[in-house]
């Protein structure tokens, strides 16, 4: 069965730290950064990479779209 | 597999559109604007209408809309937007012309050009954000404030009684004769967005088949103006906001639909 492997990638400038996407990740892929970026806002960042399938909803709701999202299919 | 090796330009499936600037966008974190303005800029990209696509920018938070939007942009005096797309679109018939307006600008000192827009059933688009208050000047009382709803200027909780019910525009609209396509969405959750967008893309589609004024409502949240964090300002417009605001189409195709209470 073919199984999907996403990765998401932040533009930690860019992102507000709003938090927006935490809840809508099925996967609980997304968690904030204990640092803080120029503007002094915690970004979002991957802190269970495993498990996202790239299914594009924390980019949708990210008012910033500071996430690109990237998926491939593993044919096993 | 790891990630860096899907992390790889043919393997992106999702990223912000050409047609919004890298000018880094004025809202609170969280707001709702910057996910409507994405989702209007992706419809239009998506088209392949940016070339004939002109944008008329209100007064409001959203007032640099033309910073944002990488297209034809202008920038109306307060509330007069459907009035000046009115103006374009008619001088231009073969463009496509939509406002993109906050309650303040839409639902108060506009109220007068939406409503006769509407009614002359201009072939525009008009997006509407409805976040329940004045969220630039600092968190006044707008027409669409709910019930008991504290603000700035109605620190008890706004009365009824003295200041009358929020008003709903789009069901207000969708009377008209020349409104051919109104509904109500809104940008939260991923389900949300998703719809509001296509929503959108219908408006935009009316406007090609020459088809009359659509009015597209995003219910948004205003976590500064409300005091909340952005997570807890969407919790509270799911309870609060979409009971009084609730989301659906109201009228599709110049045929209105019932709606629920």
Same mark, same amino acid.
């Given at each position: ?29 997304? #968690? ?14 991957? #802190? ?29 | ?17 050409? &047609? ?125 404030? &709910? ?65 009359? &004024? ?32 609730? &989301? ?14």
């Amino acid at each position: 069965m073919a199984k999907v492997k996403g990765a998401i990638v932040v533009d930690t400038e860019t992102c507000k730290g709003c938090e927006v996407c935490i809840p809508v990740c099925p996967e609980n892929v997304i #968690s904030m950064s204990s640092k803080v970026n120029r503007k002094g806002y915690h970004y979002a960042y991957m #802190s269970n990479p495993e498990a996202c399938t790239g299914c594009t909803n924390c980019g949708i709701v990210c008012p910033d779209r500071a996430i690109s999202v990237y998926r491939v299919k593993l044919t096993a | 597999m790891e990630v860096l090796d899907i992390i790889k330009p043919e393997n992106q499936v999702f990223c912000k559109t050409k &047609l919004m600037t890298d000018t880094s966008l004025s809202y609170c974190p969280g707001c709702g604007h910057g996910t409507a303005h994405n989702l209007t800029m992706e419809v239009i990209d998506e088209l392949g209408i940016a070339e004939n696509t002109i944008g008329v920018a209100p007064v409001g938070c959203s007032v640099l809309a033309y910073d944002f939007m990488n297209i034809d942009m202008t920038q109306a005096a307060h509330g007069r937007a459907p009035a000046l797309a009115t103006a374009i679109s008619r001088l231009w018939p073969e463009k496509y012309v939509f406002t993109y307006q906050g309650d303040g600008d839409l639902a108060a000192i506009g109220t007068a050009e939406t409503i006769h827009a509407c009614n002359r059933g201009e072939n525009i688009v008009i997006i509407f954000v409805n976040n329940g208050i004045y969220g630039m000047t600092g968190g006044q009382m707008a027409p669409t404030t &709910l019930s008991g709803m504290k603000t700035s200027t109605s620190p008890y909780g706004r009365d009824v009684e003295k200041m009358g019910a929020p008003i709903r525009m789009t069901e207000l609209i969708s009377n008209l004769p020349g409104v051919y396509y109104a509904t109500r969405q809104s940008v939260h959750t991923h389900k949300h967005a998703r719809k509001a967008k296509k929503a959108i893309q219908k408006a935009f589609e009316n406007t090609r088949l020459n088809k009359g &004024l659509s009015f597209v409502e995003i219910v948004s949240n205003c976590n500064s103006g409300w005091k909340m964090t952005p997570n807890d300002a969407n919790h509270w417009m799911e309870e609060n906001m979409f009971p009084y605001f609730p &989301l659906g189409d109201i009228k599709v195709d110049g045929k209105l639909k019932s709606v629920a209470q």
